[in-house]
């Protein structure tokens, strides 16, 4: 009779739990796929961007200026204004009837002035509202206009829950994080339920092919027609000693341990000097979460250079007084705020984003030539309840982003040229800050 070989099950096994791991990982992508949402929260530039829309159709009903006007309110008076609820201010709903462009304008540009002046109606509305003085605001006569179309637009319409009163959101705007529909919620629960269905299903025929294979055996000891080769394999034992023992064994361990060690020693070597993920306690627990996520407050109203200047500027206490001086003045955080007015000390926050003196940063050239967005750089600031550094400032992330970004030349005469000669010595190459000069030492290092 022909000797019967037996055979390890450990490739039968392996190749069981692929298959199950393949088809499981299959249907969780088939299933469960869905379109990835849009991150909701601050529109860093709004304001930058809507001044050419307002400028070029500044009329009541133009779709150009009623855009332009909707980002410039939010950017700007969403903070104490709603179009049909009194917040900190009246509500604006009906104001291009109640008040002629020729004095809206001068208002919004100096209410001071305005009042001053002995204007009967200013005066009432400041008496009206506990004599607060509505802060200047440096907008053109264009950008006014449009601010004035959007409210129009936005008469009569309801103002929603209470939680969006005065933050200039309308009604079913997404503010948060984006809630799943049922049916992706659905179809994550049926995945769930077919990988648990498909890992009890493994582990049941790996325990049912264990048995089998032990009542095989017990089967074979019994036969008398076994040479040899066949007992042995039969009554062979997993011996974890030579294991252990292997000279290949304990190579690749000693090996692997190396190369773990060089591996952490580098990279605390390269972090010397970084600071990213430093989370420190400010003296006032103040939640860009609440104010930029939840209200949608544009960080250009509190950091009021980061437009126009080097520096993004940190808030002076009067901007906070512009809401807070009749907002939760009995929080014992924003008392905090009163006791360093009447000081006349300014609050001490803690630095947190702080570049080296040998390297030059422009904000402005970012947020209003570039486009950049504040949450490119600072990351998902309007989720931070404590703001903490997203991305590692390095000259190497620098360059990378360099690198990668395009150029927006269009409409722009200054790039024809370049643009012209970049594209003979390139082709099809995208135009980047690289390809402008942005990588080069003096850039960043004079």
Known sequence: ????????????????????????????????????VSKEGVAPGATAAAAPAAAAGATTGDAAAIAAGDALFKGNCAQCHAVNDV???????????????????PWVKNSSKVVASGDDYAVKLFNQYQ????????????????????????????????????????????????DASTGEA???KYVDMLLIVLVVVLIVMVVTLVIIANIMKDVLRGRKDLDGRDVELIEQRF????IYKSPVV??????????VVLYESVQGVMAIGLTQG??????IAFSHKLHAGEHQINCAYCHTSVYKSKSANIPSANICMNCHSQIKTESPEIKKIYRAIERKQPIQWVRIHNLPDLAYFNHSQHTQVGGIECQTCHGPIQNMEVVYQ?????????????????????????????????????????????????????????
């Not at 011996?239 to 030579?242: I, L």
């Open 1 to 36: 009779m022909n000797s019967i070989r037996l055979r390890p099950l450990s490739h039968l096994f392996l190749a069981l739990f692929l298959t199950f791991a393949a088809v499981g990982r299959s249907s969780a992508q088939t299933v469960g796929a869905a379109p990835a």
């Open 87 to 105: 917040v900190v201010g009246p509500a604006l709903g009906g104001i291009a009837k109640r008040r002629p462009l020729s004095w809206i304008i």
């Open 131 to 178: 004599k607060q003085q509505m802060p200047s605001f440096q907008l053109s006569d264009a950008e006014i206009t449009s601010i004035v179309s959007y409210i129009t637009a936005e008469e009569g319409k309801s103002a929603g829950p209470a939680s969006t009163q005065g933050t200039g959101i309308k009604p079913g705007d997404n503010t948060g994080a984006p």
């Open 186 to 188: 659905g179809a994550g």
């Open 239 to 242: 011996d974890f000693a030579k």
């Open 250 to 259: 304990r190579g690749l361990a000693v090996g692997l341990f190396a190369l």
């Open 278 to 283: 430093y989370q420190p306690t400010q003296p």
């Open 390 to 446: 997203y991305s590692a400032l390095t000259m190497g992330w620098c360059i990378n982003c360099h690198r990668e970004t395009p150029l927006n030349t269009k409409g722009n005469g200054y790039y024809n040229n370049l643009v012209k000669l970049h594209e003979t010595a390139n082709g099809a190459a995208p135009f980047t800050v690289s390809s402008n000069g942005g990588t080069e030492c003096s850039k960043c290092h004079y």
